[in-house]
């Protein structure tokens, strides 16, 4: 410490007290020596070979303040020997120091008796020292150290700590920094205030404390694991693949419920300092998992949904060594309620079928809802015969109408069955394609019935998949019209052909309507179907017409073209296109179309009847239409079913006297034509003529043909006398 000549050459003055310690400019002490405790010559005998050797700058001042000892190192950092210094007032020499702390702590020391130690900034050179001050009898030690570069590193890293905390604060989530030891060093404010987020016993941990000992208290054993494997890894700088943070999700119960925190740990520097955040995302995971909740959740009725069904059935079938058993329920007029009482019934009631259904499950099985009016149930550990037991035990829980809206609704269900394989390895959808087929057989049977799986069932559906999907492309191409003749039973005489449709496939070869029809009727094609037929049975009698084969047309109408109303425009565009008069047309109905909707089917065929489209009945006998309703309708025909002409047979046979006979009293009493369908042997012939039909077809008399043959066959019984019955008669007998 090198002061100025003029302030060396400066006279003592006796009431000045003060002292400028010196400090070494290198290591403290030397290595294994430091003057930590006051030497003999402090307490009041000067033993200047024991200092000369200490690395620490040592002075004596006598309690006036002046030099009385001055060891080598003092020397060396004062820039001046020992001889300038002693009996010399320190603040004379050195009166940077005037009204210092140095000058302040250097005097209290003095008065109380009790040592000191602090740090001091001696501006001159603006270098920190260490200063230890001990008492004694005759005055002041002073012992000092150069500590410039540690103070200062001191201070930057305190500096640098308060920005730190400045940025922590700054945040919103509960932050703490970490030191290389992993202790706390700083908190922010959000930490301080998170008792009730992340510890439930107390306030979270403070500086000086373990952070990992503290998130003992806050995170679940799992959770913590990780948190004790990964930190330590990033304190040490080694992160995987040298990265410099990690982040890990947990849950925790609070004061106020069920929480979440995301946690996130950054390195901030090569010192090993970690920041940690844990931000609150509980209103995120609550959001996340009402989103999942809701995406295997019906929104109606709260049951698991197609997605989350086809879950529950995979796990079913992975059960190796156990068989589970499907069920789907398929409510039977559904649309009707929803028609009829509105949406907000029909809603009501599929929540009341879910929870009734639920009611009658056993503890391990689950049902949802597919979708629309279907309910499927997942059933654990259940063979074929307990699938049966408990489809027909859920079966009577709609035995009680529902509760729907305030309304009691009744409603019934078909219900497929399907069983898991023993090996686990059945694939979700098929199995449900597989219970899908099951119940629309159940559907078929006639509502309210129990149908069981089987691989025919299968077969059977694929068919029905491939008969609408060549519907809709090249199918409609390969349909063709054979006809089966209607001749009368005075004469003989062949007044008509009924049109039959039929499907040449291209690989399963000529295929009946009864192959393909009623899957056209479930997809929309068959009044697209029903209008070919007509555009193409008109024409081909207008054709025929032309030839001289003036031949009565029939052609068979479903129920659903009575629903379309389309009915009349498509039979007056067909008679228009082909120049067919309409009283060589006839439309054929079954029973049960008409009594289906009869008001709309009397008020279409009304209009038919009045462009002179005759209108006949077809398979009598089959349906439940009463009398009364066959009278109200507007038809000219009625065609017997071959159900009444075996009945008949069999009645005649016991004894018992002939009903046909009478049936056909009553049409002809109605105005009514009556033809006999499915005249197959002599003897029928002979009965439907003895009742006094008016008309017949069958194979006895000519089977189904393609439209080339007909005016062969028309030929043959003209060249044969024009009676095609006695042709039939004589064929059989030849």
């Known amino acids: 410490m090198q002061l100025p000549s003029e302030e060396r050459r400066a006279p003592a003055r006796d009431d000045d007290s003060g002292v400028v310690a010196s400090a070494t400019r290198g290591p403290a002490c030397a290595e294994g020596e430091r003057a930590d405790t006051v030497p003999d010559d402090a307490r009041g005998r000067f033993q200047p070979d024991h200092l000369r050797s200490v690395s620490d700058a ?84 002073v012992f000092l150290r150069d500590v410039d570069e540690q103070h200062r590193a001191e201070q930057e890293r305190l500096a640098e700590l308060r920005r730190m905390t400045a940025v922590l604060e700054a945040l919103p989530s509960p932050t703490v920094l970490v030191d290389g030891d992993g202790r706390i060093i700083s908190v922010n404010r959000a930490w301080a205030a998170s008792e009730d987020l992340l510890r439930d016993d107390g306030p979270p941990g403070g500086v000086g404390e373990d952070y990992l000992t503290v998130m003992t208290r806050g995170l679940e054993p799992e959770d913590h694991a990780v948190l004790a494997k990964l930190l330590p890894r990033l304190l040490a700088g080694q992160g995987d693949g040298g990265e410099r943070t990690f982040q890990h999700d947990y849950a925790r119960r609070t004061r106020s419920g069920q929480a979440w925190f995301h946690l996130q ?58 068989c589970a058993a499907l069920l789907l329920f398929d409510l039977d007029g559904f649309k009707t309620v929803n028609d009829s009482l509105g949406h907000e019934v029909g809603d009501a009631l599929l929540c009341e079928v879910g929870r009734r259904l639920s009611e009658h499950l056993r503890a391990d099985d689950a049902v949802g809802r597919l979708g629309g009016d279907q309910f499927l149930v997942v059933a654990h550990d259940c063979d074929d015969s307990e699938a049966a037991a408990l489809a027909f035990r859920l079966q009577s829980a709609f035995a009680r109408p529902f509760e729907a809206a305030g309304i009691p609704v009744p409603v019934t269900a078909s219900i497929g069955v399907a069983l898991t394989t023993t090996t686990g390895q059945a694939d979700p959808h098929s199995l449900l394609s ?107 009698a207008a054709a025929w017409a032309a030839e001289g084969l003036p031949l009565r047309m029939s052609v068979n109408i479903s129920a659903r073209h009575f629903s379309t109303e389309t009915l009349v425009h498509d039979v007056r565009e067909a008679l ?39 209108i006949a009945i077809d398979d009598f006998g089959t349906g439940w239409s009463s009398l009364a309703q066959l009278l109200a309708m507007p038809i000219g025909t009625l065609k017997l079913d071959r159900s009444l002409l075996t009945a008949a047979e069999r009645l005649a046979a016991g004894g018992t006297h002939a009903v046909l006979d009478r049936i056909v009293a009553l049409t002809r009493t109605l105005g009514i034509r009556s033809v006999a369908e499915g005249v197959e042997t002599a003897e029928h012939l002979r009965m439907v ?25 028309v030929a043959r019984v003209r060249a044969a006398g024009g009676d095609s019955c006695a042709l039939a008669l004589r064929s059989r007998a030849g």
């Open 58 to 141: 040592v002075c004596h001042l006598d309690r006036r303040g002046r030099f009385v000892y001055v060891n080598p190192a003092a020397e060396a950092l004062l820039g001046r020997r020992a001889t300038e210094l002693i009996g010399q007032n320190s603040l004379k020499c050195f009166p940077a120091t005037r009204g210092s702390v140095l000058q302040e702590r250097l005097t209290a020391a003095l008065a109380d008796g009790r040592p000191r130690t602090f740090e001091y900034l001696y501006e001159p050179h603006e270098r920190w020292y260490e200063v230890r001050v001990f008492p004694s009898p005759v005055g002041l030690a």
């Open 265 to 322: 740990a950054a390195r901030v520097d090569d010192a090993g300092r970690v920041v940690v955040t844990h931000t609150d995302i509980t209103e995120r995971v609550r959001t996340q998992q009402e989103l999942a909740w809701q995406a295997e959740h019906d929104d109606l009725t709260g049951l698991p949904n197609r997605a989350r069904l086809l879950e529950l059935i995979g796990e079913a079938a992975a059960e190796k060594g156990r």
């Open 434 to 540: 597989d219970v899908d087929t099951a119940m629309y057989a159940a559907k078929s049977a006639g509502r309210d019935r129990v149908h069981l799986f089987t691989p025919g069932l299968r077969d059977a559906a694929r068919w029905r998949l491939e008969v609408a999907s060549r519907l809709r492309d090249e199918a409609l191409e390969q349909l063709v019209v054979h006809y089966q003749p209607v001749v009368r039973l005075d004469t003989g005489e062949v007044e008509g052909m009924e049109a039959l449709l039929r499907w040449q496939h291209p690989e399963r070869g000529l295929l009946p309507p009864d192959a393909f029809l009623a899957v056209a009727e479930e997809t929309g094609q068959l009044i697209p179907i029903t209008r070919w037929v007509l555009s193409e049975t008109t024409r081909r």
């Open 576 to 614: 228009r296109e082909s120049g067919l008069p309409p009283e060589q047309l006839t439309l054929e109905l079954t029973e049960s179309s008409v009594a289906e909707d009869p008001t709309r089917a009397e008020d279409q065929l009304a209009v038919l009847r009045g462009l002179g489209v005759r």
């Open 689 to 713: 003529r003895a009742a006094g039909c008016d008309l017949a077809q069958g194979y006895l008399l000519a089977r189904p043909m393609p439209p080339e043959e007909v005016p062969r066959w």
